[in-house]
Protein backbone atom coordinates (compact mmCIF):
# COMPACT_ATOMS: atom_id res chain seq x y z
CA UNK A 1 0.00 0.00 0.00
CA UNK A 2 1.54 3.26 -0.96
CA UNK A 3 2.79 5.41 2.07
CA UNK A 4 0.75 8.45 1.49
CA UNK A 5 -2.07 6.30 1.28
CA UNK A 6 -1.83 4.20 4.60
CA UNK A 7 -0.75 7.97 6.44
CA UNK A 8 -4.65 9.55 5.30
CA UNK A 9 -6.35 5.90 6.63
CA UNK A 10 -4.18 6.13 9.96
CA UNK A 11 -5.14 9.66 10.35
CA UNK A 12 -8.62 9.11 9.35
CA UNK A 13 -8.94 6.09 12.00
CA UNK A 14 -7.55 8.49 14.41
CA UNK A 15 -10.99 10.57 14.40
CA UNK A 16 -13.15 10.21 17.29
CA UNK A 17 -17.42 10.55 16.95
CA UNK A 18 -18.40 13.34 19.18
CA UNK A 19 -21.86 14.44 20.22
CA UNK A 20 -21.80 18.62 19.89
CA UNK A 21 -23.11 20.06 22.68
CA UNK A 22 -26.53 21.95 22.70
CA UNK A 23 -25.33 25.31 21.50
CA UNK A 24 -22.00 24.42 19.57
CA UNK A 25 -22.31 25.53 16.46
CA UNK A 26 -24.98 28.63 16.62
CA UNK A 27 -22.46 31.22 16.57
CA UNK A 28 -22.57 31.95 20.07
CA UNK A 29 -18.84 31.24 21.09
CA UNK A 30 -15.51 31.43 19.04
CA UNK A 31 -14.16 33.86 16.30
CA UNK A 32 -15.01 32.49 12.84
CA UNK A 33 -11.61 33.35 10.73
CA UNK A 34 -12.48 32.15 7.31
CA UNK A 35 -15.80 31.18 5.34
CA UNK A 36 -19.05 31.04 7.30
CA UNK A 37 -21.45 29.39 9.82
CA UNK A 38 -23.03 28.17 6.35
CA UNK A 39 -20.07 26.72 5.29
CA UNK A 40 -20.19 22.53 4.43
CA UNK A 41 -17.47 22.18 6.15
CA UNK A 42 -16.09 23.34 10.26
CA UNK A 43 -12.94 23.41 11.35
CA UNK A 44 -12.94 24.22 15.19
CA UNK A 45 -9.53 24.63 17.14
CA UNK A 46 -9.74 25.53 20.86
CA UNK A 47 -6.26 27.04 21.95
CA UNK A 48 -4.10 28.51 23.88
CA UNK A 49 -1.30 31.49 22.47
CA UNK A 50 1.02 30.93 24.73
CA UNK A 51 1.05 27.04 23.90
CA UNK A 52 4.38 26.07 21.63
CA UNK A 53 2.21 23.46 19.70
CA UNK A 54 -0.66 25.72 19.04
CA UNK A 55 1.78 27.85 17.77
CA UNK A 56 3.03 25.53 15.45
CA UNK A 57 -0.47 24.51 14.20
CA UNK A 58 -1.64 28.07 13.85
CA UNK A 59 1.57 28.99 11.66
CA UNK A 60 2.04 25.76 9.22
CA UNK A 61 -0.84 24.11 9.29
CA UNK A 62 -4.32 26.71 9.94
CA UNK A 63 -2.39 29.57 7.57
CA UNK A 64 -1.85 27.71 4.40
CA UNK A 65 -5.68 26.29 5.11
CA UNK A 66 -6.94 29.81 5.84
CA UNK A 67 -4.67 30.78 2.33
CA UNK A 68 -6.05 27.75 0.16
CA UNK A 69 -9.42 27.42 0.97
CA UNK A 70 -10.55 30.81 1.98
CA UNK A 71 -14.32 30.15 2.65
CA UNK A 72 -14.58 26.66 1.44
CA UNK A 73 -14.11 25.66 5.02
CA UNK A 74 -15.35 27.56 7.81
CA UNK A 75 -12.54 27.95 10.44
CA UNK A 76 -13.21 28.73 14.14
CA UNK A 77 -11.02 29.55 17.22
CA UNK A 78 -11.87 29.60 20.53
CA UNK A 79 -9.75 30.94 23.30
CA UNK A 80 -8.91 28.19 26.00
CA UNK A 81 -5.92 29.77 27.86
CA UNK A 82 -4.35 27.66 30.32
CA UNK A 83 -3.82 28.01 33.94
CA UNK A 84 0.06 27.24 33.52
CA UNK A 85 0.46 30.35 31.26
CA UNK A 86 0.98 33.30 32.52
CA UNK A 87 -0.25 35.69 29.98
CA UNK A 88 -2.18 33.74 27.62
CA UNK A 89 -5.54 34.91 29.11
CA UNK A 90 -4.21 38.75 28.52
CA UNK A 91 -2.93 37.94 24.78
CA UNK A 92 -6.79 36.35 24.61
CA UNK A 93 -8.16 39.84 25.94
CA UNK A 94 -6.57 41.51 23.23
CA UNK A 95 -7.77 39.40 20.75
CA UNK A 96 -11.35 38.96 21.94
CA UNK A 97 -11.27 43.30 21.68
CA UNK A 98 -9.69 43.26 18.16
CA UNK A 99 -12.60 40.52 16.87
CA UNK A 100 -14.69 43.97 17.66
CA UNK A 101 -13.25 45.89 15.38
CA UNK A 102 -14.88 43.93 12.49
CA UNK A 103 -11.99 43.40 10.87
CA UNK A 104 -11.02 39.82 10.00
CA UNK A 105 -7.94 40.78 7.78
CA UNK A 106 -6.73 42.81 11.19
CA UNK A 107 -7.94 39.90 13.26
CA UNK A 108 -5.88 37.40 11.64
CA UNK A 109 -2.87 39.71 11.25
CA UNK A 110 -2.69 40.05 15.25
CA UNK A 111 -3.30 36.02 15.42
CA UNK A 112 0.05 36.10 13.43
CA UNK A 113 2.20 38.59 15.02
CA UNK A 114 1.04 37.31 18.33
CA UNK A 115 2.13 33.49 17.87
CA UNK A 116 5.38 34.87 15.88
CA UNK A 117 6.44 37.02 18.69
CA UNK A 118 5.17 33.96 21.89
CA UNK A 119 8.99 33.51 22.89
CA UNK A 120 8.97 37.73 23.43
CA UNK A 121 5.74 38.44 25.40
CA UNK A 122 6.20 34.88 27.11
CA UNK A 123 9.10 36.14 28.86
CA UNK A 124 7.50 39.10 30.29
CA UNK A 125 3.96 39.50 29.22
CA UNK A 126 4.69 43.29 27.16
CA UNK A 127 1.76 41.96 24.23
CA UNK A 128 1.35 45.74 23.50
CA UNK A 129 4.83 46.14 21.57
CA UNK A 130 3.68 42.48 19.78
CA UNK A 131 0.28 43.62 19.22
CA UNK A 132 1.32 46.86 17.83
CA UNK A 133 3.17 45.78 15.36
CA UNK A 134 -0.36 43.70 13.95
CA UNK A 135 -2.40 47.01 14.21
CA UNK A 136 -2.36 50.72 13.54
CA UNK A 137 -1.84 53.06 16.29
CA UNK A 138 -5.51 54.31 15.67
CA UNK A 139 -6.70 50.72 15.67
CA UNK A 140 -4.34 49.87 18.73
CA UNK A 141 -6.31 53.15 20.49
CA UNK A 142 -9.32 51.42 19.48
CA UNK A 143 -8.46 48.26 20.91
CA UNK A 144 -7.26 49.47 24.45
CA UNK A 145 -10.22 51.41 24.70
CA UNK A 146 -12.49 48.44 23.92
CA UNK A 147 -10.59 46.34 26.39
CA UNK A 148 -11.27 49.22 29.24
CA UNK A 149 -14.83 49.89 28.35
CA UNK A 150 -16.15 46.40 27.30
CA UNK A 151 -14.18 44.70 30.24
CA UNK A 152 -16.77 42.50 30.93
CA UNK A 153 -17.74 41.43 28.17
CA UNK A 154 -14.46 40.16 26.85
CA UNK A 155 -14.15 38.22 30.08
CA UNK A 156 -17.79 36.80 29.57
CA UNK A 157 -16.72 35.87 26.02
CA UNK A 158 -13.10 34.03 26.84
CA UNK A 159 -14.62 32.25 29.96
CA UNK A 160 -17.88 31.13 27.57
CA UNK A 161 -15.30 29.88 25.34
CA UNK A 162 -13.25 28.24 28.08
CA UNK A 163 -16.82 26.61 29.50
CA UNK A 164 -17.55 25.16 26.46
CA UNK A 165 -14.30 23.65 26.04
CA UNK A 166 -14.48 22.15 29.91
CA UNK A 167 -18.17 20.82 28.31
CA UNK A 168 -16.38 19.03 25.28
CA UNK A 169 -13.47 17.23 27.86
CA UNK A 170 -10.50 19.49 26.55
CA UNK A 171 -7.80 19.53 28.61
CA UNK A 172 -4.89 20.46 26.19
CA UNK A 173 -3.98 22.52 23.30
CA UNK A 174 -4.27 22.87 20.52
CA UNK A 175 -7.91 20.17 20.08
CA UNK A 176 -9.09 20.23 17.04
CA UNK A 177 -12.85 19.00 15.74
CA UNK A 178 -14.26 18.74 11.91
CA UNK A 179 -17.50 19.48 11.90
CA UNK A 180 -19.41 17.62 8.34
CA UNK A 181 -22.61 15.92 7.47
CA UNK A 182 -24.08 16.77 10.34
CA UNK A 183 -21.08 14.57 12.55
CA UNK A 184 -18.37 16.41 14.92
CA UNK A 185 -15.26 14.23 15.42
CA UNK A 186 -12.22 15.37 17.09
CA UNK A 187 -8.84 14.92 15.43
CA UNK A 188 -7.22 13.26 18.50
CA UNK A 189 -3.36 14.70 17.34
CA UNK A 190 -2.70 17.57 15.47
CA UNK A 191 -2.23 17.12 12.05
CA UNK A 192 0.69 18.51 9.39
CA UNK A 193 -0.88 20.27 6.67
CA UNK A 194 -0.20 17.73 4.16
CA UNK A 195 -2.53 15.31 6.32
CA UNK A 196 -5.60 18.11 6.90
CA UNK A 197 -5.14 18.78 3.06
CA UNK A 198 -6.39 15.37 2.64
CA UNK A 199 -9.03 15.01 4.85
CA UNK A 200 -10.76 18.57 3.98
CA UNK A 201 -10.07 17.41 0.67
CA UNK A 202 -12.04 14.18 1.17
CA UNK A 203 -14.73 15.88 3.54
CA UNK A 204 -15.21 18.83 1.03
CA UNK A 205 -15.82 16.19 -1.84
CA UNK A 206 -18.02 13.78 -0.14
CA UNK A 207 -15.62 10.77 -0.37
CA UNK A 208 -15.91 10.70 4.28
CA UNK A 209 -18.60 10.97 6.64
CA UNK A 210 -21.41 9.80 4.08
Given amino acids: MPRRLLTAIIFVLCLAAYAPPAGAADGESGLILSGSAASSVRLEIFSDFECPGCRSFFLNTIQPILRNYKDRVCVVYYEFPLDMHLY ?42 SVAKALSPEDLNKVKNIMETDRDGIERDIDRDIQEGMDRKINATPTIFLVNAGKQERVVMPPNVKDMYTLLSWRLNGLLGQ
Avoid at 91 to 115: H, I, M, N, P, W
Fill in 88 to 129: ARSASRYVSAAARLGDRQKLLKLFETLFTDQDKWAQNGELEV
